[in-house]
Structures are given as C-alpha cells and as structure tokens.
C-alpha cells in the first residue's frame, strides 16, 4: 500500500492512517464497497478524499450537510484538489461550470445532496460519467430502525446501482448492529469490507444521576459550582429551557449563554464563537448546536434532559475530550421527561384516515400518468407532517407504484429593484412594456414581491416569460425568487387493494413509534443498569468489553441506580363542552382522536396550523400528560 501512505503524506501532510482509515481504503482501492463505522472526528472524510486522488474518476459524495462541508471542499481546492458541491445555492451559471468540470473529466470530487438524485437531467449527466466512487455520509438514514431515517436515502442504493457506481462508501458514526447489517444490505457491503472501530473513550467519565424534576436546576448549579472550569455544554430538550437555564445560570453568575434553532443565524454565530474562542464558557442548547462544531477541549457534557435515545446520547458524549484529555459526561436523568420525548414521535405518527385519503388522491390517478404535486399543499389537505408524507411517497415508489421525476417551481416571486415597475417599465418599448404589464397583471400581487406563475400568463408560452424575468434578473432591474416547488410523479400502476396498502403503511408508523418508545425505555435502562454503564452502552453498538470501565457511576459506587417514579401528574381534565364545540368547529383538523389528542397535548399538525389552533387554550393543555392516556380519553 506504499501509493496510498506516500499520498497520506505527500498531498495530505499525516504521517499515519488513524485506527481504521488503513482498511477502508486497501478494501475501496481493491475495487470493493466498504462500510466506516467511527466516531466523529475519527477521519471519516479521508477515506473517500484519499481514494478520489488515486482512482481514475469522480467521487461523488453524498451527505444531507453540505452546507456544513464547505470549508472541507475549500480545503481540498486550497491543496490543488478539484472539488464543488451542487446545491441550490448555485445559479444556473454556476451549475453549468461544475458540468462542464464533471464532463471534461477534470472534477475529482463532487458533493451533493440526496435530493439531487431526483433531478434527472444531473442523473443524466452522472450516467454518463465514470463514478470510481460513491460515498454516502450518514449512512444510517437509510434504515428505518435508525435513529434518524431519511426517505431520500432509502433510494441512493438503487441510484448508485443504476449510476453505475465501481464502488460505495457508506459512512457514519452511529450504527447499531442492526443499522450495519441494513447498510451493508443497501449497498451490498461484505462483512469483512465492514470496518467498526470502536466506540469506547477511555478519557470519558460517564456519569449519571437520578434527580426529581423540582430539584435538578439546583442539581445543575451545584456541580457546576463545584468543579474545576472547562468548556462545558448542557444539552436541553426543548427551545425553551434552553433560555430558561442559561437565564439562571448566568444569574448564578456563571459565564452561559443559550443556543437553539429558534435564535437567529446572527446571534446563533455569536454565541458559537463566544463559546468556542474560550476554555470556560458554557453553553446551554438544544441538539441543534454541535453539528460541524470542531472543539477539542471540550471538558464537560451535561445533559439535563434525557436524550432521545442511546445514539443521540453518544453523539453529544462525543463532543467531549477530543483531545484526549479526561473529560466529564453527566446524565441527570428524570422520568418526568418521557412524555415530551415520545410526543415527537406521536405528532409523527399519521390517522389511518390521512393515509388512506392521501391514497386516494395519488391513485386518482390512472396507470402511466404523470402528475405534479405541491408536498406544501398535499401535506396540508391530507394534514400528515411533510416527513410523513414524503416517506408515504418513498414506500410507493420502492413498491414500484410511483416513480418520481425532476421537482420544477411552479412560480417565481419577482419585484422590482428600484421599488417602482414604473422604472422598469421605462427603459423598454410599449410592446414589450405591455408584455410586461400583462405577466405582472397575471400574478398574484404581495405588499413587496408579485408571485408570478408563468404557465399562467394569458396568450403567453411559458418559455418566453422564464426567459423574460431571468433578462430582467440579469439587468439587475428585478428581483427574482423562485418559489412554489412541485414534485413530479409518474404513476406506474394501481394497487390490487388500497385497504391493504393503507393497513400496510399503517402498520409501518405504528411500529417506528413503538421503535421510538424503546429508543427512550433504553436511555432509562442504561442509568438503572446493573453492571458497567460503559459496558453496557458500546455493547448495544455492538461492541463487546471484558472489563468494567472502572470510572461510570456503577463502577464508581458499586451498585445500581433507581430512578424515582414521577412527580405525580395533574388529573386529566378537560372541558369536553369546548372540544365538542371546536371539534365541530375544526373537522378537518380536529375530526379523528388522534388529532384531537394530538391537539391537547400541544403537538402541532399542517392542518391545526392552519386553523390556527395552536394558539387555543386547548392547545397543550395536555402537555405534561402520556399520549396513550390522553388518546384514550378523547
Ligand atoms: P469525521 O468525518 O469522522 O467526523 P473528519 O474526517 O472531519 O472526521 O476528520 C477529523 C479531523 O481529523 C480532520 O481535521 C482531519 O483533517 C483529521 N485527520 C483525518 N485523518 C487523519 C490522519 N490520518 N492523521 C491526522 N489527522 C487526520
């Protein structure tokens, strides 16, 4: 293997593979698809980017975060390496120069998004380039007992089939065995073509410890104050208790900030920055903090919520002591979180009725049909949640009842630039002024942008109205959005029995609930574990440890924990006078149990959003209640 050590070296200045890196690449350079199971930071992206310099090729890499991988391909361009992502923040012009890079032969790696494989004309064009590879980042997505399923993916094994792809690389960080084997399954990975290094960090403490909900801020308080400072993150579920904990703490007169999704992109950069330029500042967050976050003396992990499962868990644990320092992870663990936990999960799950309904309208259509759908729209008249609704889409189309085709925009949103059309109207002749007034007068007018649908220009062909808003783009006489995008179907074939497609999907969502449930009920099972917690938690990654860790809670006292029942929850009440009247009020959104439960306990659907229920008192009112109890109920 001396070509590939001279080029770790030589193009990317490491004078050794790090455990795992080695086997990947000897498996991919002797033309087989491999599997990279390591933890993030463990060099992961060397594996493709070292084979993509040797074979002769592209390397398309997939990864649902290109976002977060630019500084990845402006790194490997620095160091003469031709790399470029395709997302939808490229312009026609842009994208045009990737081609023109893809065909000449010249583009070494490309970066794309799993959504981009629906678009047949890049599917086109990659059916006529030579893949030497094809890696998937994430690779878990595509099962379905994974922790973080993605429709999208369920199809990239059959597209890079299709492609012609020489080889695959499915990579992630976490992966039960179950998830591996549905992997290797996918891509058609050999189990010694599987590389699973290990998940045990031998300078993480895990620590966990039972607390009762009233008593865990100053749980919280109390070992901060009490330990040496370090940059710390204390990971919360929900949006709110993000800014509620860090309020408290920096009243404590600890150095906190918050961070979660709901912030803006301004003060969430700020607030990363303040975190990451110091060695003592601590941030509280929700999950939506750590992606792409490359700290290595993160000394401290708190989690005040329970995670939402063991995979989530060790991906935050994670963040800790990537230098190899010793680091402290702690659990405050607290049952009373388990109802918010499994609500995200049930305000998933679709009604039987919203399945079957959803049927209907795709298989309204006859055999051989092409069709187009808004997901926007579909999803709010059927009211299943835009997730759902696509993986609803996914099935049929593995089942072989759909085949998607390239997503358009219906519409643009166009204004003009100097804030008057008078302007624009100016500078042409009236024919083409009156051209112009009639495609504007064919919109639909907004307080600042006009929604322009150009297949509904009265006399017009569509070509010429595309053609006439880019002219006026590229003037800088207007500014133009696309919007309004349509998802593109052909139906292949009509189903024997729609009741047994609708049973069949069904009992699809009831059994990723319950799958979510576990995923929970396994958080809980780890604190209350008899025996090492670090044992135990890489044993259900599979990997097996003869001896204790020796720095867990268990190993630390010598026994197990117990986590204290909950607080005892309020009596379900509820004022059946008012549902009954806004249930009445609200069929379509309101009309089956599950949205009327789904309803109380704060769980929002396209169709309550709609309605604009969620400001109602009811809304909620059931929050703090078990789903199952307050379905029973209604
Ligand atoms: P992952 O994708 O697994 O999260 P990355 O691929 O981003 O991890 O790698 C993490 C860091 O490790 C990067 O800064 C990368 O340059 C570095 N790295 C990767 N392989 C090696 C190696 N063999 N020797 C030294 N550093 C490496």
């Known amino acids: 293997m001396t070509t590939a050590a001279e080029i770790l070296t030589s193009r990317f200045g490491y004078t050794e593979f790090r455990p795992g890196q080695r086997q990947v690449i000897e498996s991919l350079l002797a033309g087989r698809s491999a599997l990279a199971v390591f933890p993030t930071g463990a060099g992961k992206s060397l594996c493709y980017q070292l084979p993509a310099l040797v074979l002769e090729g592209v390397t398309v890499v997939v990864s649902p975060l290109i976002a977060l991988m630019k500084d990845q391909i402006d790194l490997l361009r620095r160091h003469g390496v031709d790399a470029a992502r395709l997302d939808s923040s490229l312009d026609a012009n842009e994208v045009r120069a990737v081609s023109d890079r893809l065909r000449d032969g010249s583009l070494k790696l490309l970066y794309v998004a799993p959504e981009r494989f629906n678009n047949e004309r890049f599917l086109a064009q990659l059916g006529q380039t030579k893949i030497a590879l094809f890696a998937v980042d994430e690779a878990h997505c595509i099962s379905e007992w994974g922790h973080n399923f993605r429709p999208d993916y369920l199809k990239l094994a059959a597209r890079a089939r299709e492609l012609g792809a020489e080889r695959v690389l499915a990579l992630t ?34 620590l966990t410890t039972p607390v009762r909900a009233l008593e865990r801020d100053q749980a919280l308080i109390d070992r901060l104050r009490k330990r040496a400072p370090g940059s710390t993150i204390v990971y919360v579920t929900l949006q709110r208790t993000a800014e509620r904990v860090a309020d408290l703490l920096a009243t404590a007169g600890l150095p906190t900030r918050a961070y979660h999704a709901g912030m803006n992109a301004d003060d969430r950069v700020e607030v990363q920055e303040w975190w990451t330029h110091s060695d003592a500042n601590i941030v509280v967050a929700t999950i939506a903090f750590g992606m792409g976050i490359d700290k290595a003396d993160v000394r401290y992990v708190y989690h005040l919520n329970l995670p939402k499962g063991l995979e989530s868990y060790s991906q935050e644990i994670g963040r800790a002591g990537r230098d190899g320092k010793p680091s402290i992870c702690e659990l405050f663990a607290c049952r009373d979180d388990v109802p918010t936990l499994e609500n995200f999960t049930f305000g998933d799950t679709p009604t039987p009725e919203a399945i079957a309904s959803l049927l209907d309208d795709v298989f309204a259509h006859s055999a051989g049909e092409q069709f187009a759908v808004s997901e926007y729209e579909l999803s709010s008249r059927h009211d299943v949640r835009s997730l759902v609704l696509k993986t609803i889409l996914t099935y049929l189309e593995l089942d072989g009842f759909l085949e998607q085709g390239t997503p358009f925009y219906a519409g643009y949103s166009v204004r003009p630039a100097s804030g008057e059309w008078d302007d624009v109207y100016a500078i042409f002749d009236p024919d083409r002024t009156d051209f112009l007034r009639r495609v504007l007068a064919s919109g639909k007018e907004g307080r600042i942008w006009t929604g322009v649908d150009p297949d509904a220009v009265p006399g017009e062909e569509r070509e010429r109205v595309v053609k006439a808003l880019g002219y006026l783009e590229q003037r800088g006489l207007v500014e133009l959005k696309v919007a309004d995008v349509r998802q593109r179907f052909t139906l292949l074939k009509q189903p024997p029995s729609l009741d047994e497609l609708r049973n069949r999907l069904a009992e699809n969502f009831d059994r990723r609930e319950q799958s979510e449930a576990e995923r929970i009920e396994r958080v809980i099972a780890l604190v209350e574990h008899n025996g090492c917690q670090v044992q135990s938690l890489v044993g259900y990654f599979g990997e097996t440890r003869a001896d204790p860790c020796g720095h867990c809670s268990y190993c630390l006292t010598g026994s197990a924990q117990s986590l204290p029942e ?29 949205q009327r439960a789904r309803f109380l306990c704060g769980l929002s659907s396209p169709a309550t959003t709609k309605a604009k229920l969620s400001r109602h008192a009811l809304f909620g009112a059931l929050a703090e209640q078990h789903f199952a109890d307050v379905l029973a109920l209604t």
């Open 173 to 206: 960080a976490t992966a039960t065995p179950a998830v591996v084997a549905d992997i290797r399954a996918g891509f058609g990975i050999e189990e010694r073509d599987s590389v699973v290094t290990g998940f045990y960090r031998p300078n993480l403490t895990l």
């Open 566 to 594: 909950s607080a005892a929850t309020p009596k379900l009440e509820l004022d059946r006078a008012v549902l009954n009247k806004l249930t009445a009020e609200h069929p379509a959104a309101l009309g089956t149990p599950r």
